[in-house]
T-cell receptor
Framework: GAVVSQHPSWVICKSGTSVKIECRSL??????MFWYRQFPKQSLMLMAT?????????EQGVEKDKFLINHASLTLSTLTVTSAHPEDSSFYIC?????????????FGEGSWLTVV | DAKTTQPTSMDCAEGRAANLPCNHS???????VYWYRQIHSQGPQYIIHGLKNNETNEMASLIITEDRKSSTLILPHATLRDTAVYYCIVRVANQAGTALIFGKGTTLSVSS
């Protein structure tokens, strides 16, 4: 089946630095990808919708200047956490809708653990 | 998107069928029912989705009531590796820009 891959799987960064997380669709093109954040023992929370070639759409309460999203190609979206702080430590997950079938299957990446120290 | 209601937790004996219910009484005619599961510290895994008809794949079966107000995910022979949080989500079909919105899901515990 379609595969969505994230990199890195985990990252530790110092407070105040920026970190980039990549989301790739490995065997299909995705004009739209989605970014989620998940804190321990909580459900996934949608952060933003990443659109190829245009600006991302952010959910209410998500700072667009802090969580920079770039979707420069049909197979790659990146999430950059700028000036990271310990409260940004979380599990970040992306997803993309795959073509084929009825066109409504959405796959998720493996997730990226971010720890800010 | 319509909201869903799932039990917080369920238990199942290994080798038995696990039947996970989901209520989506306000579902619209163009909304699909999706099921995902999340094993600890991993991204959600796609299981199955359907619109009106029952669906079956190598992982599970999805039974949707005729009025579409509820559905049941069936894992025919649960194993210990099926222990996970299972999410039932409804989403408008054929809209690329529409994300899946997660609720709290059902924590399924499979024991030997």
């Amino acid at each position: 089946g379609a595969v969505v891959s994230q990199h890195p799987s985990w990252v530790i960064c110092k407070s105040g630095t920026s970190v980039k997380i990549e989301c790739r669709s490995l065997d299909f093109q995705a004009t739209t990808m989605f970014w989620y954040r998940q804190f321990p023992k909580q459900s996934l929370m949608l952060m933003a919708t990443s659109n190829e070639g245009s600006k991302a759409t952010y959910e209410q309460g998500v700072e667009k200047d802090k969580f920079l999203i770039n979707h420069a190609s049909l197979t790659l979206s990146t999430l950059t956490v700028t000036s990271a702080h310990p409260e940004d430590s979380s599990f970040y997950i992306c997803s993309a809708r795959a073509p084929g079938g009825d066109g409504n299957t959405i796959y998720f990446g493996e997730g990226s653990w971010l720890t800010v120290v | 998107d319509a909201k869903t209601t799932q039990p917080t937790s369920m238990d199942c004996a290994e080798g038995r069928a696990a039947n996970l219910p989901c209520n989506h009484s306000t579902i619209s005619g163009n909304e699909y029912v999706y099921w995902y599961r999340q094993i600890h510290s991993q991204g959600p895994q796609y299981i199955i989705h359907g619109l009106k008809n029952n669906e079956t794949n190598e992982m599970a079966s999805l039974i949707i009531t005729e009025d579409r107000k509820s559905s049941t995910l069936i894992l025919p022979h649960a194993t210990l590796r099926d222990t996970a949080v299972y999410y039932c989500i409804v989403r408008v079909a054929n809209q690329a820009g529409t994300a899946l919105i997660f609720g709290k899901g059902t924590t399924l515990s499979v024991s030997s």
